[in-house]
């Protein structure tokens, strides 16, 4: 089968060996033939390149992720303000450790930050070695763990930055936005990093999911 | 199993065995070669070979339904498990909808001014998490045709397991923005906030800070079963290597 011209074993890949009830001058004519399209000779490198990019593209979120939820805890834990008018009992002050809830905040970024982090090396194995199957598994399950800490920190830090803002007339609870203004605006501001870490978790998630189904 | 005419090539465990007869065929036996499984082969060489395959076939090798080893028995026990888990899911979502919803309680004492009333309403935190609480249980009950079919086709739903699990993970993220936000306020009812001059509003409005307590809890609980229905589709996707 290999003494014919067309089907000496340096010219053929090993992809292209034929298999088994299939002369190797029928396979070398459909390779010859398929081969004009593009179809087969370019089939496994196009698969390849989707892998690495779709890694490359799992690289990409996770900074993006890491900066959101550093921004954000540091915007939330550097809060301080101290309001220029005191009366002889209280210091008019405002800290995020005042508001439980934003502390939580800060530690839940924190952690998620610190997950992301660590999970890069992981991630550029992916980029390197596209077998990897336990760990693709395992970044997953890390990842929606994580992705429901953050949700979790962000969502509830806008729940009190909206009663920060509103207040609430049937509980009887002051807005004291009208007082603390550049608190609020920093505990505010600092959700969005949060939020977009969020997003970000999702489509990793997404991203790890096709890259699974894929091989 | 072989005849001295027709050669069996096992295939798939030996569930759906090709007959390739090497005696002038008869247009049964090319139509039973041609399929992989042996449904109906009309010629009497084949007949023989074929009523047994046809017998383990539907036995599975005398394993019953569920228990049936390699990747597809794998991914059906984990397809079943998956079934149950949304259906246990969908509880207490559905028991925190309506506990949230039907929470409404007036104190016996009122001023000139208002009566004493707490509704969940009167919190958007609250109207939030009923409505991502209704929207979770209505996909856990449209999700489960998926789920079906994800136990009767165990190897060849791959884009129905990729789909479920990427609307799982959506729902999930929603199901605990809402359930940390109506957290957070319930926190603030009961324990007040003294930097804020934040009054806790559960030392009198008990049942209604009972009632949406413990709707928060089943929301985590839910949240928590969400979280492992995604890994177990996870585990489903991933091919083996065969």
């Known amino acids: 089968m290999w003494e014919d011209g067309l089907c000496s074993p340096n010219q053929l890949s090993d992809q292209q060996v034929p298999y088994q009830g299939e002369t190797c001058i029928e396979r070398a004519l459909t390779m010859k033939g398929s081969s004009e399209h593009g179809e087969t000779s370019k089939a496994a490198p196009l698969g390849r390149g989707v892998s690495k990019g779709v890694s490359v593209l799992d690289l990409i979120l996770r900074f993006i992720a890491i900066i959101g939820t550093l921004a954000s805890a540091i915007a939330m834990g550097t809060t301080n303000e101290t309001l220029p008018f005191f009366t ?122 096709i890259a699974l189904a894929r091989r | 199993m072989t005849s001295e005419s027709a050669t069996v090539i096992q295939m798939d465990d030996g569930r759906a065995p090709v007959v390739a007869a090497a005696a002038p065929p008869a247009p049964g036996a090319t139509a039973a070669a041609s399929s992989s499984y042996a449904t109906a082969p009309t010629s009497s060489s084949a007949a023989e070979p074929a009523a047994a395959p046809r017998k383990t076939s539907t036995g599975g090798g005398g394993l019953p339904f569920l228990l049936r080893s390699g990747a597809g028995g794998f991914r059906r026990c984990l397809a079943v498990i998956d079934f149950l888990l949304r259906v246990a899911a969908f509880g207490p979502t559905l028991a925190a909808a309506i506990s949230t919803g039907t929470a409404d309680e007036r104190l016996s004492v009122f001023t000139n001014f208002f009566q004493f009333h707490a509704r969940f309403d009167d919190f958007p935190a609250f109207t939030f998490f009923l409505v991502a609480n209704a ?34 993970v959506v729902i999930m993220a929603l199901l605990t923005a809402a359930a940390a936000a109506a957290a957070a306020i319930v926190y603030v009812a009961h324990s007040g906030n003294r930097r804020a001059n934040w009054v806790p509003i559960c030392f009198q409005f008990h049942g209604f800070c009972q009632r949406t307590s413990g709707s928060v809890v089943a929301t985590f609980l839910a949240v928590l079963v969400f979280i492992v229905l995604i890994l177990m589709a996870a585990c489903a996707i991933r091919r083996r290597p065969s």
């Not at chain 1, 991630?123 to 992705?147: C, E, N, P, Q």
Request: proline share 3%; charged share 10%; net charge positive.
């Open chain 1, 88 to 209: 002889q009992f209280i210091r008019f002050k405002a800290q995020y450790s005042d508001l439980p809830t934003l502390t939580f905040f800060v530690v839940a970024n924190s952690i998620v930050c610190v997950y992301l982090i660590l999970s890069l090396p992981l991630s550029i194995v992916h980029i390197i070695r596209s077998r990897a199957k336990y760990s693709r598994l395992l970044l997953i399950f890390l990842d929606a763990a994580m992705l429901a800490l953050v949700t979790a920190g962000a969502s509830a830090a806008a729940a009190i930055v909206y009663l920060a803002h509103k207040g609430n007339v049937r509980a009887n609870w002051l807005a004291i936005c009208q007082q603390f203004d550049s608190f609020c605006e920093r505990i505010s501001g600092s959700l969005i990093g949060s939020f977009g870490a969020m997003v970000m978790l999702i489509l990793l998630i997404l991203l790890s999911a």
């Open chain 2, 135 to 168: 929207v979770a249980a209505g996909y856990l009950v449209l999700s489960l045709p998926f789920s079906v079919v994800g136990i009767l086709r165990p190897n060849k739903a791959t884009g129905v397991r990729l789909l479920l699990l990427i609307c799982d």
